[in-house]
């Protein structure tokens, strides 16, 4: 396979792909999870390959990071149910919040603000009143010492350094699907 190096040592699919069918966000978030994988690159070789037969099956143009999201939930079994169900509810709330983000504009990272700026809206349609940003930060860390989701700090070109999220073993909508049931359940 030819093409340029990523991070884990593994080279570029464009020349297994069509050109430009696999964004620059899609094979960025699989050199991550490769690498978060011991470097493994025949993990990402099959997450590329994955991805892209899920990116097949729904006839779509390009490979976007939530195909690599339902790719790696297929190899590495997702978190347990029972992880999201000992959540707080602002926890919840807020992860709700993320997936939401995830799915609507088709990332691989989300910032941090944007994550914020989801839980208000949220928040406001469970009516509940919104915690403070430090909370929040403290939320991301331990939804991330969970493996649920995965923070990491960016240089931003604009504005020094900012934070961004990403879902490492779960497809956004499975994540949406069964928090709304969680959250449901909590309301009875």
Not at 49 to 71: F, Q, S
Not at 142 to 162: P, Q, Y
Not at 164 to 171: F, V
Request: proline fraction near 5%; aromatic fraction near 8%.
């Amino acid at each position: 396979m030819l093409g340029r190096l990523g991070r884990c040592g593994c080279r570029r699919p464009s020349p297994a792909f069509k050109h430009l069918s696999v964004p620059e966000a899609t094979e960025n978030l699989i050199a991550e999870l490769a690498f978060s994988e011991s470097g493994n690159a025949r993990f990402g070789i099959e997450l590329l390959w994955r991805a892209g037969k899920y990116a097949d099956a729904e006839d779509l143009n390009i490979v976007p990071p939530e195909c690599v999201r339902k790719a790696v939930s297929s190899i590495i079994p997702a978190m347990r149910k029972s992880d999201l169900a000992t959540l707080g509810l602002h926890e919840k709330l807020f992860l709700l919040g993320i997936a939401r983000t995830f799915k609507k504009n088709e990332k691989a990272y989300v910032a941090f603000t944007e994550a914020e700026r989801s839980y208000a809206v949220v928040c406001e349609e469970f009516e509940a009143t919104p915690k403070s940003h430090t909370q929040l930060w403290k939320y991301l860390r331990s939804l991330s010492t969970l493996g649920i989701v995965k923070a990491e700090v960016v240089a931003s070109a604009s504005r020094g350094r900012s934070t961004g999220i990403y879902l490492p073993r779960i497809p956004a909508d499975e994540l949406e699907k069964e928090l709304k049931t969680l959250l449901e359940k909590q309301e009875m």
